[in-house]
């Protein structure tokens, strides 16, 4: 286990690095190389802040923990899509996918370890909850990501391991890095968050006028069938999910996105399409059909290629937009959290 008890640099705001250095005599410009070498330039050390002085990159250290994320493990399938496990300062895990396209990619980044929603579909929530990630840990993944594809990210998603509004300070912090000036100047319109809906959420991201798109994992528009997959639509019903994303686009007026993993026998019928469309008629959405990557130990399959066909025909006669999105790394662990399960067991096998 690496890092320490002092405080991690990079949860730092700018305002507090001006007040620790001025309150030990050094210049406030101190503050802004500091800033711009943790967000700008991608810096992992004290030591590689090469334009501060040997006293007051030692200053720093005696004050500050660097709590980097590490790659502890790499998958590539054949079809380009690389997965990556990360190594957390203090030995957890968590994920994320560098999926290729032509000249760009896609980086897909976790926002918790573990999930605490406990889907029955998903590798993570099957997996169970260890904690939050910091700003500074969602920034790892990115920067790790992207070296490893070598390749322009055309998209950010926020759908690896995780429910990002549950971790809502974080994760726009996060953003807030990589989308700054004074960060990696990423386009906000490049980035999507993915949440299995959490009203009060979703209203807070329209007041706070977030310019980063949202997605909503729906996966079944009736309450019945979506409580038995999804346990936390008990609370947060489709009713109130419908009052939530109604208010999101009186206030923003901006298209969001609603994903449905088609499952063989439960949610693929023309029927559950019909109940789609009628959830889809409250607002202006897209539907990203999704192919399901099998989970160890779920009860879920995929359906067969002509009930996809029929599922997504019935849709669009009833002119919706939608997009079938194929299931990528089939051939690795690429359902979310299969990996990091994986690396708990390579770990736990070694300790016993």
């Known amino acids: 286990m690496s890092g320490n008890l002092s405080r991690d640099i990079r949860s730092l705001s700018f305002n507090e690095l001006e007040i620790f250095f001025s309150g030990r005599g050094e210049k406030p410009f101190r503050a802004r190389q500091v800033q711009e070498w ?21 200053l720093l250290r005696e004050n500050f923990s660097f709590n980097i994320t590490r790659v502890d493990k790499i998958q590539k399938s054949t079809d380009g899509t690389e997965k990556a496990t990360f190594r957390l300062w203090d030995g957890l895990f ?7 396209a ?17 889907c029955l579909f998903c590798a993570t929530g099957l997996s169970g909850f260890l904690r939050d990630l910091s700003a500074g840990e969602i920034y790892d993944q990115l920067v790790l990501l992207s070296g490893l594809s070598g390749k322009s990210l055309s998209n950010i998603v926020f759908m690896g391991m995780g429910e990002p509004l549950i971790n809502w300070t974080e994760v726009m912090t996060s953003i807030q890095r990589l989308t700054s000036e004074d960060g990696l100047a990423i386009s906000p319109r490049r980035i999507t968050v993915s949440t299995v809906g959490i009203p009060e959420m979703i ?28 346990p936390v639509n008990k609370k947060y019903t489709l009713e109130k999910l419908t009052g939530a994303l ?13 994903e449905y993993i088609l499952f063989k026998d439960f949610n693929d019928s023309i029927k559950d399409a019909a109940d789609l469309a009628a959830f889809c008629k409250n607002f202006p959405v897209k539907v990203n059909i999704i ?62």
């Open 94 to 100: 968590t994920e994320g996918v560098i999926i290729p």
């Open 246 to 258: 109604k208010y999101y686009y009186l206030i923003t007026k901006k298209r969001f996105t609603i």
């Open 203 to 230: 209203r807070k991201m329209a007041d706070d006028r977030v310019n980063c798109q949202l997605a909503l994992s729906l996966h079944a528009a009736t309450d019945e069938k979506r409580s038995r997959i999804i």
């Open 291 to 352: 192919e399901y990557n099998p989970v160890e130990n779920s009860e879920f399959m995929a359906p067969e290629p002509e009930k996809v066909v029929s599922f997504i025909n019935f849709l669009e006669r009833k002119n919706m937009i939608v997009n079938l999105r194929k299931s990528r790394g089939k051939d690795i662990d690429a359902a979310c959290g299969q990996l990091a399960v994986k690396s708990y067991k390579r770990v736990t096998d070694r300790i016993i």
């Open 102 to 118: 032509g000249n760009r990619a896609t980086a897909c980044i976790s926002s918790q370890a573990g999930c605490p929603l406990g």
């Open 38 to 58: 943790l967000w700008k330039k991608s810096c992992r050390s004290f030591d590689g802040m090469t334009n501060l002085s040997n006293e007051t990159r030692q």
